[in-house]
């Protein structure tokens, strides 16, 4: 769907975005995470075609993006600014009326698309309200739901959730899980990480321009940690247990944490699923047997460091 190469952007001897490449597949929920100053915005605004790229190269569903083809790449790109302008003098249902006009959609379709567009956002109740009295939530949806106004495939969301309350952040967050439903392909960035790892398929961590990791939140995850920590609780025979932990070549350390074991594990995970099997065999009564997940924000603090504020 997306294909980013060796995308880089100088400023004079300044380089905001360094060489960097990603393949974002259709349908999928891309986060890209880094500091303030990381290039994440610079970047953005390149694939929405609003800033020339220096050197590298983009491509939108097999098409090259040149300033040739503007007008064609732009139908198929929804970019939401970090920082964006509403007209306050405007009703929500004028806002959306206006740029459903610049989008060259008139008549009944207009009057369908705000209207489930609006539906969509949940903010039919405010469809007469005047943009200006809205809260910071409300807003931020409003401008999803004009991002959406000419239907495109790809959705470009920079700090979507930005100054947004808990409720406001768990709507957005439903809005973009029924978008991915709808086929649209999302690239999002946020300092909220934990909110990130739970919606978005794959991730990419970016730091003084460039990028220091990119995959699978899942494979990440994995090969962020130098060693598995596996919380486990017995209903009884606990010092057997231990015993038999201690003599694992795999277990690096036991330690009893109350009623449950805490071990760590340097192995593969089909080595782990085998010594539960051998816990078994032993009559052992496992009540629980759970990997200790790192989350994004452990992982953030590990791979980058912290200069680009």
């Known amino acids: 769907m997306l294909k980013v190469e060796n995308l880089t952007k100088l400023y004079g001897k300044f380089k905001a975005v360094d060489n960097i490449s990603l393949n974002i597949k259709e349908g999928e929920i891309f986060g890209f995470v880094g500091p303030n100053g990381a290039g994440k915005t610079t970047t953005f605004k390149m694939i929405a075609t609003l800033l020339r790229p220096t050197s590298g190269k983009i491509y939108l569903d097999g098409m090259e993006v040149n300033y040739k083809n503007l007008k064609k790449v732009r139908n198929e790109i929804g970019y939401m600014p970090d920082f964006f302008g509403v007209y ?46 809205l809260s910071r939530g409300m807003k931020q949806r409003l401008c999803l739901a004009r991002c959406l106004i000419h239907n495109p495939k790809l959705l470009i969301l920079d700090e979507p959730a930005s100054g947004m309350d808990p409720r406001a952040r768990i709507q957005m967050k439903e809005i973009l899980r029924e978008l991915k439903k ?128």
Do not use: W
């Open 88 to 133: 306050d003098k405007l009703k929500v249902t004028e806002y959306m009326d206006f740029y459903s006009d610049i989008a060259g959609i008139y008549g009944e379709e207009k009057n369908r698309i705000i209207k489930d567009l609006l539906q969509l956002v949940d903010l039919t109740h405010k469809k007469e309200a005047y943009v200006d009295s």
């Open 182 to 309: 709808m086929g649209k392909t999302i690239i999002i960035s946020s300092h909220i990480l934990p909110e990130l790892s739970e919606l978005c398929t794959n991730i990419g961590i970016i730091e003084g321009g460039k990028i220091v990791v990119n995959g699978p939140v899942e494979e990440i995850m994995y090969r962020a940690k130098s060693n598995n920590i596996i919380k486990l609780s017995v209903l009884e025979k606990k010092e057997n247990c231990i015993k038999l932990l201690k003599e694992e070549p795999l277990v690096k350390s036991v330690i009893e944490n109350g009623r449950d074991i805490e071990i760590e594990f340097d192995g593969e995970p089909l080595e782990l699923s085998n010594l539960m099997k051998r816990m078994l065999n032993q009559n052992i009564p496992l009540i629980s047997f759970k990997p200790l997940e790192n989350n994004l924000e452990d992982i953030f603090m590990e791979v980058t460091r912290g200069d680009g504020e």
